[in-house]
């Protein structure tokens, strides 16, 4: 006997969740002989019913909501003995994990490419013990991600953190780190290390475009210190995705990443405030199965 679960954020969707959540059921019906529901209501939750779908051998496990409820949902999966497929319904404000996937950023059209069943085999990142699908960052800019309220994240989108960021970068501030990769070590101060599994970071597909979600690599981009002139010319070229070719960024493709600092400052996790520094990162190649849409390449 087949099973689904539903995974849900109730605060995701302008309290269309039930909608979707009754559309969601009639598309697997015919896949699926039981579909349950769990709704959460705080922080762990997702991460906790993603596990419970594991340990009971579910068959898929559908996460619905924002970025935040879809990496709770992924730390719940990784490295059980028994991992469900999984469905991502994207209802948050950035969604980069389903940009990245080319899944369609309309719900309904999201749930129906469910009934497609097609599935692709996605790395994730592990940072110590937490897991992650999109990216890592450290620095000052990674740092500033911090201050955008709700608000912005609602009125501005991927804008807000684009200025934020930028307010930091302009200041000139840098943090001295030492990282170790495949290719051997880089000490030096940086404005920002951001390790990439996708080529969406913040709503901006253009920064890792050589990317891919299976290649089995970290796409690490470290912007050096530099006068505020140059900072100012460096900026079109991160928005064109075109940080590889300049001379004051440091770029490699990595399977691991050791990093550590003279200072706590904080490791920037799919978005979310992490633990300080050091941190020990690496891909866990083709992890997990993804249903996305089977006419589009990701």
């Given at each position: 006997?087949?099973?689904?679960?539903?995974?849900?954020?109730?605060?995701?969707?302008?309290?269309?969740?039930?909608?979707?959540?009754?559309?969601?059921?009639?598309?697997?019906?015919?896949?699926?002989?039981?579909?349950?529901?769990?709704?959460?209501?705080?922080?762990?939750?997702?991460?906790?019913?993603?596990?419970?779908?594991?340990?009971?051998?579910?068959?898929?496990v559908i996460a619905m909501g924002g970025d935040g409820t879809i990496n709770e949902a992924i730390n719940g999966l990784a490295e059980q003995a028994h991992r469900p497929v999984l469905g991502i319904i994207p209802l948050g404000t950035i969604n980069d994990f389903a940009r990245a996937l080319n899944i369609p950023l309309e719900p309904y059209q999201a749930i129906a490419t469910l009934k497609e069943q097609y599935l692709r085999p996605v790395d994730i990142g592990k940072v110590n013990e937490y897991y992650f699908a999109n990216v890592l960052a450290v620095g000052a800019i990674?740092?500033?991600?911090?201050?955008?309220?709700?608000?912005?994240?609602?009125?501005?989108?991927?804008?807000?953190?684009?200025?934020?960021?930028?307010?930091?970068?302009?200041?000139?501030?840098?943090?001295?780190?030492?990282?170790?990769?495949?290719?051997?070590?880089?000490?030096?101060?940086?404005?920002?290390?951001?390790?990439?599994?996708?080529?969406?970071?913040?709503?901006?597909?253009?920064l890792a475009p050589e990317a891919n979600v299976n290649d089995g690599k970290m796409h690490t981009f470290i912007i050096k210190k530099m006068s505020v002139p140059k900072i100012a010319t460096l900026i079109p070229s991160l928005l064109r995705g075109e940080l590889e070719d300049s001379k004051d960024v440091e770029y490699f493709r990595t399977s691991f990443l050791n990093v550590s600092s003279d200072k706590a400052h904080a490791v920037n996790i799919d978005g979310e405030e992490g633990e300080p520094l050091p941190f020990s990162a690496k891909v866990l190649p083709g992890h997990l199965d993804i249903y996305v849409p089977s006419n589009k390449k990701t």
């Open positions: 006997m087949k099973k689904a679960m539903i995974i849900v954020n109730p605060s995701s969707g302008k309290e269309k969740a039930k909608d979707y959540v009754e559309k969601i059921q009639e598309t697997l019906q015919e896949a699926f002989h039981m579909i349950d529901v769990k709704e959460t209501e705080k922080e762990g939750d997702a991460a906790a019913f993603a596990t419970e779908a594991c340990v009971a051998l579910y068959d898929a990674a740092e500033a991600s911090y201050n955008v309220s709700p608000e912005q994240k609602t009125r501005l989108g991927s804008l807000a953190y684009f200025m934020e960021g930028a307010k930091s970068f302009l200041s000139g501030e840098a943090i001295e780190i030492c990282v170790e990769h495949d290719g051997g070590k880089w000490e030096g101060q940086t404005f920002l290390l951001l390790a990439a599994l996708t080529n969406s970071v913040g709503g901006f597909e253009a």
